[in-house]
């Protein structure tokens, strides 16, 4: 489980502790699975990738293709802009302009800091090459559809098996 933070100065990716009173951390079964990241850190980093144009330079960001309009808007629809504080030191802060939506770029956020988490960001190109070889071995699960919630997908041999059975009966 990973949540945003949008401390600039703080770590890309931390864990999330609680403490006690006197200020140590409390060990809490539950508080090894959340984290938190720099959501500030990441939109630039989002932005500046998405710029790129040349797939073999780090960072680039391929999107699938058939990603509808709303999708792109979501993205890029949030913008970092100077405000003054009382004292009247500058501080930066995202603003979501009133009526669009921001939730493909909170996806991203949130996929990214898990591929950190994970080490996804480090692999090297071998690494890559065995997952992709790996994946090109298994079989591809049989695509279901809501009433299959109710009854289980059969498969293609059990399907065409008992539809041998039925004809052989019929017969």
């Known amino acids: 489980m990973v949540r945003g933070d949008n401390r600039d100065t703080a770590r890309l ?10 200020g140590k951390p409390k060990k809490q079964k539950w508080t ?13 980093g989002l932005y500046r990738d998405m710029k790129k144009e040349d797939p073999e330079q780090a960072g680039y960001i391929r999107f699938a293709v058939g990603l509808g309009d709303d999708f ?3 993205v890029t629809s949030e913008i970092r802009v100077e405000e ?11 603003k979501l302009p009133s009526g669009q939506r921001n939730e ?9 800091a898990g ?3 994970l080490g996804v960001t ?3 190109d071998e690494e890559w090459d065995m997952l992709a070889e790996r994946l090109s ?3 591809k699960p049989a695509q279901g559809d809501l009433e299959d919630l109710i009854t289980p997908v059969e498969s293609e041999q059990q399907a065409s098996s008992q539809s041998k059975e039925v004809a052989s009966k019929e017969a």
């Open 13 to 22: 990716l931390s864990q999330v502790r609680e403490f006690d009173r006197k």
């Open 32 to 44: 090894s699975r959340f984290f938190n990241f720099n959501a500030s850190i990441m939109k630039i």
């Open 72 to 74: 792109y808007q979501q």
């Open 84 to 94: 003054r504080t009382r004292s009247g030191h500058a501080r930066y802060v995202w």
């Open 104 to 112: 493909a770029l909170d996806m991203m956020n949130q996929a990214h």
């Open 115 to 117: 591929a950190i988490r």
């Open 122 to 124: 480090y692999w090297t």
């Open 137 to 139: 071995k298994m079989e």
